[in-house]
Nanobody, 124 residues
Framework: QVQLVESGGGEVQAGGSLRLSCAASGRTFSSYGMGWFRQAPGKERECVAAINGNGARTYYPDSVKGRFTISRDNAKNTVYLRMNSLKPEDTAVYYC?????????????????WGQGTQVTVSS
């Protein structure tokens, strides 16, 4: 069992930056692929970044490529999402998720564990 706790959300003006953190329990963090997802009201949950177990491979959709950066510190059991040049359309609840495989996935249905979510609001 893995427990995930997100932090770092909040309100920021358009063009600003935020860094989300996700702390994971357990001793085998490096064996999990990790992802960040978001869900805005009335919209489906979407993957905004994913990373494999050793951090060597990452995934971003076009909507955030060049603005968001995912990273992980396996010694601290933590994954991060750095978000720059934020836009009002980035407003959503952001979730951290873990998949029981060394590789990552961009599909929410592949993930086994989820955090409680943290709200990110970008004002224009």
């Amino acid at each position: 069992q893995v427990q995930l706790v997100e932090s770092g959300g909040g309100e920021v003006q358009a063009g600003g930056s935020l860094r989300l953190s996700c702390a994971a329990s357990g001793r085998t963090f490096s064996s999990y692929g990790m992802g960040w997802f978001r869900q805005a009201p009335g919209k489906e949950r979407e993957c905004v970044a994913a990373i494999n177990g050793n951090g060597a491979r990452t995934y971003y959709p076009d909507s955030v490529k060049g603005r968001f950066t995912i990273s992980r510190d396996n010694a601290k059991n933590t994954v991060y999402l750095r978000m720059n040049s934020l836009k009002p359309e980035d407003t959503a609840v952001y979730y951290c998720a873990a998949v029981r495989t060394y590789y990552y996935s961009s599909k929410s249905s592949d993930y086994d564990y989820w955090g409680q979510g943290t709200q990110v609001t970008v004002s224009s």
